[in-house]
Nanobody, 121 residues
Framework: QVQLVESGGGLVQAGGSLRLSCAASGSIVSINHMAWYRQAPGKQRDLVALITGAGSTKYADSVKGQFTISRDNAKNTVYLQMNGLKPEDTAVYYC???????????????WGQGTLVTVSS
């Protein structure tokens, strides 16, 4: 069974930092993109940051210069370093990845279960 497992969420004061992790496990041939999305209460789920298999990155305008996405291909893990957190960053953060799996060599788009980040003012 292929899955994404997130960790690192929690409660932090404004101006603080958190590091989210998301590990992919299972019968994986390769991982294409890995990304973080977030969903605040009553709002849609939006892209926060994405990193391709080649290491290219894309960020939402609202987090540029504040968040950094990275990945460790040997560990099938993606990270999101969040600095200078603001109350408006409060949301459930979801990991997303595009994976090629064995034995079918089927392409899957997977989501993690989500991890809550709460930033207090």
């Amino acid at each position: 069974q292929v899955q994404l497992v997130e960790s690192g969420g929690g409660l932090v004061q404004a101006g603080g930092s958190l590091r989210l992790s998301c590990a992919a496990s299972g019968s994986i041939v390769s991982i294409n993109h890995m990304a973080w999305y977030r969903q605040a209460p009553g709002k849609q789920r939006d892209l926060v940051a994405l990193i391709t298999g080649a290491g290219s990155t894309k960020y939402a305008d609202s987090v540029k210069g504040q968040f950094t996405i990275s990945r460790d291909n040997a560990k099938n893990t993606v990270y999101l370093q969040m600095n200078g957190l603001k109350p408006e960053d409060t949301a459930v953060y979801y990991c997303n990845a595009g994976l090629l799996i064995t034995p079918t060599y089927r392409y899957l788009e997977l989501w993690g279960q989500g991890t809550l980040v709460t930033v207090s003012s």
